[in-house]
């Protein structure tokens, strides 16, 4: 049996555990918890009171960096077009394979065309009887000319002779109508390419029957060389790139795998659309690229940087620039080796450097690396200087 005197002095015990063990986790939480969001500074450790970060820093100079817009466009053909019969019948003959790429005016698929042939002969058959015919009549008409001079016919007979020829007259227009509406039904079984592109995988086999009305058609041929991408870019950029295209209305457009990537395609700018989506706030440029190779395919996502020109400012390596809910900051360094959360507004950038509007001045000095650790007021210590930011390799 338990003794019940025993009972307090196990629970003060495991009373006192318990707080110890709490107060072990609310020192690390203090030593190893992340600032709040009032403060835009970094995570991580804090350090003890007096002990300097390491970091690197670099002084705000000025400079010329490109003015470059970016964006996610879409690949798109600059023609598409759904190769269809215009006219019903069993198909004969296919005369691509899948995915080929064709000129303009390569024979496509031929639909059996012995039922147009005859309709041309029975058109030209019409024709030769009613030519004749008119022949005829004004064998007929010359006659009666003749006759009607030397008073030996009625005025009325001459009549009737001449109406008779401009009623064959008009026969014969009809007639070549037939022949040539034939010829050109005869002509829609030869089916070609209207421009050149390439192919995709066809939709019918020979020997199906095909129509006119058939929506899927037999296949779809798209233009690729060249192509082009449309993109959108916000209002607000709008005003730079109409002055930068007054300018130069081609101005350059390249194209990204991926932010950073090696560049895919470089081509220019072609068309500025004529409004402004008011769902999404954007305007919806086009570029155009020569694919020579054929690398981009319609449909295809890619990053698009477009180049506004040069730009003269302030200007800062692009990491040094922070993001937080209060907007953009960067971390300034004091005589005293202290460093101070200072809001900014940014400009333009070309991927390594960024313009700087405001919140900074010539010979600021700004932290580069190690801002992960810092505070407000905290303490550093300069390890390495990084390269001067004009120096640096603009990316391609």
Same mark, same amino acid.
């Given at each position: 049996?338990?003794?019940?005197?025993?009972?307090?002095?196990?629970?003060?015990?495991?009373?006192?555990?318990?707080?110890?063990?709490?107060?072990?986790?609310?020192?690390?939480?203090?030593?190893?918890?992340?600032? *709040?969001?009032?403060?835009?500074?970094?995570?991580?450790?804090?350090?003890?009171?007096?002990?300097?970060?390491?970091?690197?820093?670099?002084?705000?100079?000025?400079?010329?960096?490109?003015?470059?817009?970016?964006?996610?466009?879409?690949?798109?053909?600059?023609?598409?077009?759904?190769?269809?019969?215009?006219?019903?019948?069993?198909?004969?003959?296919?005369?691509?394979?899948?995915?080929?790429?064709?000129?303009?005016?390569?024979?496509?698929?031929?639909?059996?065309?012995?039922?147009?042939?005859?309709?041309?002969?029975?058109?030209?058959?019409?024709?030769?009887?009613?030519?004749?015919?008119?022949?005829?009549?004004?064998?007929?008409?010359?006659?009666?000319?003749?006759? /009607?001079?030397?008073?030996?016919?009625?005025?009325?007979?001459?009549?009737?002779?001449?109406?008779?020829?401009?009623?064959?007259?008009?026969?014969?227009?009809?007639?070549?109508?037939?022949?040539?509406?034939?010829?050109?039904?005869?002509?829609?079984?030869?089916?070609?390419?209207?421009?050149?592109?390439?192919?995709?995988?066809?939709?019918?086999?020979?020997?199906?029957?095909?129509?006119?009305?058939?929506?899927?058609?037999?296949?779809?041929?798209?233009?690729?060389?060249?192509?082009?991408?449309?993109?959108?870019?916000?209002?607000?950029?709008?005003?730079?790139?109409?002055?930068?295209?007054?300018?130069?209305?081609?101005?350059?457009?390249?194209?990204?795998?991926?932010?950073?990537?090696?560049?895919?395609?470089?081509?220019?700018?072609?068309?500025?659309?004529?409004?402004?989506?008011?769902?999404?706030?954007?305007?919806?440029?086009?570029?155009? /690229?020569?694919?020579?190779?054929?690398?981009?395919?319609?449909?295809?996502?890619?990053?698009?940087?477009?180049?506004?020109?040069?730009?003269?400012?302030?200007?800062?390596?692009?990491?040094?620039?922070?993001?937080?809910?209060? *907007?953009?900051?960067?971390?300034?360094?004091?005589?005293?080796?202290?460093?101070?959360?200072?809001?900014?507004?940014?400009?333009?950038?070309?991927?390594?450097?960024?313009?700087?509007?405001?919140?900074?001045?010539?010979?600021?000095?700004?932290?580069?690396? *190690?801002?992960?650790?810092?505070?407000?007021?905290?303490?550093?210590?300069?390890?390495?200087?990084?390269?001067?930011?004009?120096?640096?390799?603009?990316?391609?």
């Amino acid at each position: 049996m338990i003794n019940s005197k025993t009972q307090p002095v196990g629970g003060r015990r495991r009373l006192w555990v318990w707080a110890a063990l709490c107060a072990g986790i609310a020192l690390v939480l203090w030593l190893f918890w992340p600032q *709040g969001a009032d403060q835009p500074a970094g995570r991580g450790f804090r350090g003890g009171p007096g002990q300097a970060t390491p970091v690197s820093v670099i002084a705000v100079e000025t400079g010329r960096i490109d003015r470059t817009l970016r964006a996610l466009g879409t690949v798109s053909a600059p023609a598409t077009v759904t190769i269809r019969s215009r006219v019903d019948g069993p198909l004969e003959s296919l005369h691509f394979t899948d995915g080929q790429s064709v000129a303009s005016g390569d024979l496509l698929a031929v639909i059996d065309p012995r039922p147009f042939q005859i309709q041309l002969q029975q058109a030209q058959g019409q024709q030769v009887q009613h030519a004749a015919q008119l022949d005829n009549a004004r064998r007929d008409l010359a006659r009666y000319e003749q006759l /009607f001079k030397q008073d030996s016919v009625a005025r009325q007979q001459l009549d009737t002779a001449r109406a008779q020829v401009r009623e064959l007259q008009g026969q014969a227009r009809i007639d070549q109508a037939a022949v040539d509406n034939a010829q050109l039904q005869l002509s829609y079984t030869r089916i070609t390419a209207p421009m050149a592109g390439r192919l995709g995988l066809r939709k019918v086999d020979v020997g199906n029957m095909v129509h006119a009305s058939d929506t899927e058609g037999l296949v779809v041929l798209t233009q690729n060389r060249p192509i082009d991408v449309v993109f959108a870019i916000p209002q607000t950029r709008l005003p730079a790139l109409l002055a930068a295209r007054r300018a130069d209305a081609g101005l350059q457009t390249q194209l990204l795998g991926q932010a950073g990537g090696p560049v895919l395609a470089t081509g220019k700018l072609i068309a500025v659309d004529n409004q402004i989506d008011v769902a999404t706030g954007t305007v919806q440029l086009k570029a155009r /690229f020569d694919n020579a190779d054929e690398s981009l395919f319609p449909n295809q996502f890619a990053q698009v940087r477009l180049r506004l020109g040069l730009e003269s400012g302030l200007v800062l390596p692009l990491r040094a620039v922070q993001r937080g809910s209060a *907007g953009e900051y960067v971390y300034r360094v004091d005589a005293e080796r202290k460093a101070h959360v200072v809001s900014v507004v940014t400009g333009v950038d070309d991927g390594n450097q960024v313009v700087i509007e405001s919140g900074l001045q010539l010979g600021d000095s700004v932290v580069v690396e *190690g801002t992960d650790r810092l505070r407000e007021g905290s303490l550093i210590e300069v390890v390495a200087q990084p390269a001067d930011a004009a120096a640096q390799e603009p990316a391609s």
